[in-house]
């Protein structure tokens, strides 16, 4: 598993865009790990799947009503990762009404995940390979702070929990 003080490992995470701009186009678009995070301070907050009855109704409006209490703590972007494709994690973030506030990123084949050690099997529960919930504060792609939940919990890498690291 990673761990604080090394880099995050390189793979590519995607985005839906609602909008087109410049170098993005509508739909989505890959992003490279480690060009994403140059020079950014993010937080970065992952859960096992969209549309989640913990991850909609308390992990994103968290993030969403502590987002200028985070950037005034000097953090460049907020990224919600889950083993979920682009298409859905963008049907999500207009569900949870993020706009520009967080950055919804699908890592639909659980590379990025993997790389993390923050894979969370469950194949049983007819759910596949998954992400652990967890938060991380990253500083130019070196991992600061991680904070893990323990298996049925949400007690930290909640917003707030997050906010007083910062």
């Excluded at 490992?9 to 609602?18: I, K, R, V």
């Excluded at 109704?57 to 990224?79: C, L, N, Q, R, T």
């Excluded at 992400?131 to 917003?159: C, Q």
Aim: net charge neutral; proline share 4%.
């Amino acid at each position: 598993m990673i761990a604080v003080g090394q880099k995050l490992p390189n793979a590519t995470l995607y985005e839906f865009m609602n909008e087109e701009t410049e170098g993005c186009s509508l739909g989505p678009n890959a992003f490279e790990v480690e060009k994403l995070a140059a020079g950014k301070k993010i937080v970065l907050f992952a859960l096992p799947g969209a549309f989640t009855p913990t991850c909609s109704a308390k992990h994103v409006p968290g993030y969403v009503e502590h987002f200028d209490a985070i950037k005034a703590k000097g953090v460049d972007e907020i990224w919600c990762v889950s083993v979920n494709d682009p298409f859905v994690m963008g049907a999500w973030g207009r569900d949870q009404k993020v706009g520009k506030k967080i950055r919804m990123l699908g890592d639909g084949s659980a590379e990025f995940t993997k790389k993390l050690g923050l894979e969370l099997d469950l194949t049983a529960r007819g759910f596949g390979v998954r992400s652990d919930r967890y938060a991380m504060i990253i500083e130019d792609g070196v991992v600061k702070s991680l904070d893990r939940e323990a298996p049925g919990k949400f007690e930290v890498s909640d917003a707030a929990s997050i906010l007083k690291k910062l």
